[in-house]
């Protein structure tokens, strides 16, 4: 499709305004004010349910390959997930994939 320049624009406003929004919902409504322990422990999970939600699409469907599925990434994901797992510690998980991906791209040829 092909938006014109000020649909473009109008977008990103009400996209930043929406952001705004959500974001002022706790931030100011709710401020320095002690939130219910169940509201708490819900937040808890937030982290560990949108990080999947970005990354698998990029496993899973990776652009570099034209959406198809990748051994070479699926190598790399198993390796954060097995690092992060035994060390307890996502930023170590994150590291070896990261090692993992840029020394099979580099090892298997194209």
Partial sequence: ???????????????????YLIRFSFLGLIGDRKMPDWVLRHLRYTPVA?????????VMW???T???????????????????????NMLAGAAAGAVTLAVLVWLVPA
């Fill in 66 to 88: 034209g959406g198809e599925p990748d051994p070479i990434r699926f190598a790399a994901a198993a390796a954060t997930i097995a690092v992060a797992w035994w060390w307890k």
């Fill in 50 to 58: 949108i990080l999947p939600g970005l990354v698998a699409p990029l």
């Fill in 1 to 19: 499709m092909n938006y014109s320049e000020a649909t473009i624009w109008a977008i990103i406003a009400i996209m930043g305004i929406g952001t």
């Fill in 62 to 64: 990776p652009q570099a």
